[in-house]
């Protein structure tokens, strides 16, 4: 650490939940730093948006275990709050001048100095990627990289400046009242995901409400009358080279600010996510949205995932197989959307490895070292062995799922796996193409990818078993791409979102939309027990109906 007569620091491990709190006097106050981890590691450094912390507003991603494990696994985490903006923080005094955000941008600095960094990652959301963008165009030797979440560039638009002096005098006149957290939110979330008349508000939104119970008015007074005067940067951005990476969900009211912020950079060193059915904040809202396009942000850097903690259902192909050279920054100008381009990606992605001399024989031994949890396939072969029709629907790929189910033994149980075909190519090259044809006519879906509806697949399993009689599913899915076909159940079905993922979120927030039973599930334990529970259930109500239908008959 580097020594300072302006500087000083305070222990608060265990308040922090293994983190080390910082109090760092700089040149316009004083600033909150959490660090997480070894700090002989590169170091990452984040930003949180109006009212927010680290706790607040990144707690939702470093919580999610695959994202956690790529981030914990290469950086040290240095969490900086805005001034005041720190768990217990006292109110700043009145009569203090007033920051600008140059003056918050020019605190990074002053905070990097203290800790003897070099050249650093950052992580911002909105107002807090607007103040890292700003260090990072002022200090560009500082900054190695930006993962920017539903940023801000441009000055206050008429709209935004209204709406942030409305806050501006909540907070003056009445603190943080009622009305004024509810404006936050409606910055924060997606309307889903924030309830209403009939629907209750979702977990996240009621932590984030308890925690900005404990802000200080008047210093979230003051980080909102340095953002509501913020200048333009729109034309510093041509500047910038650094690679960036932009995610922003569509229903942000900040979307098009990201599209305009991408629009500007070098796309040979930028790239967009789209995020669907999410607000601003996608750390805490979609935090799985973010793991794949930054595994290969990072690959870009050398960085990866390490092997052991890749069990994500979404990533099984191990970063830590695939050389780091492979991300060139020009391989990020593409509009990334894990969704709906989700397929081109890693059709791009296969034909770049061959390129660099990897062959389909290094990604299928790759792809053995995924790790599949043993209660999972504990249920896969109970459940094939009580006669059980197992079948796979999955915006994967063919390649990556026949192979990891072979490794593991369990092939053999699945009659069908509808998903998105694989070929090698005269060339020996891996290609990944969409499950639908995508030159001819569209699936009409609004809530799936063009290149795969699995409402529609379900449908035609219905249809295909409706002569010999009816059947009974049990749908297992986590992604946004899983709600469709979980509409398309019906009540004697049953549907088992994984708990805080994508479609167990869609289904809390519209509960009624659902006719099949949903019995939610955590971990590979839950689901197997889950799963044979509901079989014992089906089974014992089919001889029920089997036996009152023979008695009905024997009446006649």
Same mark, same amino acid.
């Given at each position: 650490?580097?020594?300072?007569?302006?500087?000083?620091?305070?222990?608060?491990?265990?308040?922090?939940?293994?983190?080390?709190?910082?109090?760092?006097?700089?040149?316009?106050?004083?600033?909150?730093?959490?660090?997480?981890?070894?700090?002989?590691?590169?170091?990452?450094?984040?930003?949180?948006?109006?009212?927010?912390?680290?706790?607040?507003?990144? *707690?939702?991603?470093?919580?999610? +275990?695959?994202?956690?494990?790529?981030?914990?696994?290469?950086?040290?985490?240095?969490?900086?709050?805005?001034?005041?903006?720190?768990?217990?923080?006292?109110?700043?005094?009145?009569?203090? +001048?007033?920051?600008?955000?140059?003056?918050?941008?020019?605190?990074?600095?002053?905070?990097?100095?203290?800790?003897?960094?070099?050249?650093?990652?950052?992580?911002?959301?909105?107002?807090?990627?607007?103040?890292?963008?700003?260090?990072?165009?002022?200090?560009?030797?500082?900054?190695?990289?930006?993962?920017?979440?539903?940023?801000?560039?441009?000055?206050?638009?008429?709209?935004?400046?209204?709406?942030?002096?409305?806050?501006?005098?909540?907070?003056?006149?009445?603190?943080?009242?009622?009305?004024?957290?509810?404006?936050?939110? *409606?910055?924060?979330?997606?309307?889903?995901?924030?309830?209403?008349?009939?629907?209750?508000?979702?977990?996240?939104?009621?932590?984030?409400?308890?925690?900005?119970?404990?802000?200080?008015?008047?210093?979230?007074?003051?980080?909102?009358?340095?953002?509501?005067?913020?200048?333009?940067?729109?034309?510093?951005?041509?500047?910038?080279?650094?690679?960036?990476?932009?995610?922003?969900?569509?229903?942000?009211?900040?979307?098009?600010?990201?599209?305009?912020?991408?629009?500007?950079?070098?796309?040979?060193?930028?790239?967009?996510?789209?995020?669907?059915?999410?607000?601003?904040?996608?750390?805490?809202?979609?935090?799985?949205?973010?793991?794949?396009?930054?595994?290969?942000?990072?690959?870009?850097?050398?960085?990866?995932?390490?092997?052991?903690?890749?069990?994500?259902?979404?990533?099984?192909?191990?970063?830590?197989?695939?050389?780091?050279?492979?991300?060139?920054?020009?391989?990020?100008?593409?509009?990334?959307?894990?969704?709906?381009?989700?397929?081109?990606?890693?059709?791009?992605?296969?034909?770049?490895?061959?390129?660099?001399?990897?062959?389909?024989?290094?990604?299928?031994?790759?792809?053995?070292?995924?790790?599949?949890?043993?209660?999972?396939?504990?249920?896969?072969?109970?459940?094939?062995?009580?006669?059980?029709?197992?079948?796979?629907?999955?915006?994967?790929?063919?390649?990556?799922?026949?192979?990891?189910?072979?490794?593991?033994?369990?092939?053999?149980?699945?009659?069908?796996?509808?998903?998105?075909?694989?070929?090698?190519?005269?060339?020996?090259?891996?290609?990944?193409?969409?499950?639908?044809?995508?030159?001819?006519?569209?699936?009409?879906?609004?809530?799936?990818?063009?290149?795969?509806?699995?409402?529609?697949?379900?449908?035609?399993?219905?249809?295909?078993?409706?002569?010999?009689?009816?059947?009974?599913?049990?749908?297992?899915?986590?992604?946004?791409?899983?709600?469709? +076909?979980?509409?398309?159940?019906?009540?004697?079905?049953?549907?088992?979102?994984?708990?805080?993922?994508?479609?167990?979120?869609?289904?809390?927030?519209? +509960?009624?939309?659902?006719?099949?039973?949903?019995?939610?599930?955590?971990?590979?334990?839950?689901?197997?027990?889950?799963?044979?529970?509901?079989?014992?259930?089906?089974?014992?109500?089919?001889?029920?109906?089997?036996?009152?239908?023979?008695?009905?008959?024997?009446?006649?």
């Amino acid at each position: 650490m580097a020594d300072s007569n302006d500087s000083f620091s305070v222990d608060m491990e265990k308040i922090h939940l293994g983190g080390k709190e910082h109090l760092i006097r700089t040149g316009c106050g004083s600033v909150s730093v959490i660090v997480y981890g070894d700090q002989d590691k590169p170091a990452l450094i984040t930003y949180p948006d109006l009212a927010l912390n680290h706790v607040s507003c990144f *707690q939702g991603l470093f919580f999610c +275990p695959e994202a956690a494990s790529l981030l914990l696994h290469n950086f040290c985490i240095y969490h900086i709050s805005p001034p005041g903006h720190e768990l217990g923080a006292a109110a700043i005094c009145p009569e203090d +001048p007033l920051p600008s955000v140059d003056d918050l941008a020019d605190q990074i600095i002053e905070v990097l100095n203290f800790f003897g960094l070099g050249a650093v990652m950052c992580m911002g959301v909105t107002a807090g990627a607007y103040i890292l963008t700003l260090f990072a165009l002022k200090y560009r030797e500082r900054v190695l990289g930006l993962i920017l979440v539903s940023p801000l560039c441009k000055a206050p638009s008429w709209s935004e400046w209204f709406y942030n002096k409305l806050m501006s005098n909540l907070l003056y006149f009445y603190g943080m009242c009622g009305l004024l957290k509810e404006c936050l939110l *409606q910055r924060y979330f997606s309307k889903e995901v924030r309830g209403s008349a009939g629907v209750p508000e979702s977990d996240i939104v009621q932590a984030c409400k308890r925690l900005l119970d404990e802000r200080q008015a008047i210093n979230v007074f003051r980080f909102l009358q340095a953002i509501n005067r913020r200048p333009d940067i729109t034309e510093g951005l041509k500047r910038l080279r650094c690679r960036t990476l932009i995610f922003v969900g569509d229903s942000s009211p900040f979307h098009s600010e990201a599209l305009h912020m991408t629009s500007k950079l070098d796309r040979r060193f930028s790239a967009l996510v789209e995020v669907q059915a999410c607000g601003s904040m996608v750390t805490e809202e979609q935090p799985h949205a973010m793991l794949i396009p930054m595994e290969f942000f990072l690959m870009g850097y050398g960085l990866y995932r390490p092997c052991h903690f890749s069990d994500s259902p979404r990533s099984p192909l191990s970063p830590s197989c695939i050389s780091p050279e492979l991300l060139s920054p020009e391989s990020m100008g593409l509009k990334l959307k894990p969704i709906k381009t989700r397929v081109s990606l890693e059709d791009r992605m296969m034909m770049e490895l061959h390129s660099q001399g990897k062959t389909v024989e290094n990604i299928t031994e790759c792809l053995k070292g995924t790790p599949l949890d043993k209660h999972i396939i504990a249920a896969i072969k109970a459940l094939h062995a009580l006669g059980c029709e197992l079948r796979i629907i999955s915006d994967a790929n063919q390649l990556y799922i026949e192979t990891i189910l072979e490794h593991h033994g369990v092939l053999g149980c699945f009659s069908q796996i509808d998903t998105n075909p694989t070929f090698v190519d005269e060339e020996g090259r891996l290609r990944i193409f969409p499950f639908h044809d995508l030159n001819s006519t569209p699936h009409g879906c609004k809530l799936c990818p063009p290149n795969m509806c699995k409402g529609l697949v379900i449908d035609q399993i219905k249809a295909s078993v409706s002569d010999s009689g009816k059947k009974r599913f049990i749908y297992l899915g986590d992604g946004s791409g899983d709600y469709c +076909p979980s509409l398309k159940l019906g009540e004697s079905d049953f549907v088992m979102p994984r708990k805080k993922y994508p479609l167990w979120k869609h289904i809390c927030g519209n +509960p009624m939309l659902i006719k099949a039973k949903v019995h939610e599930w955590s971990t590979g334990e839950e689901q197997e027990r889950i799963l044979l529970h509901l079989i014992d259930t089906i089974a014992i109500e089919d001889n029920v109906k089997s036996a009152n239908a023979s008695q009905s008959n024997s009446s006649d």
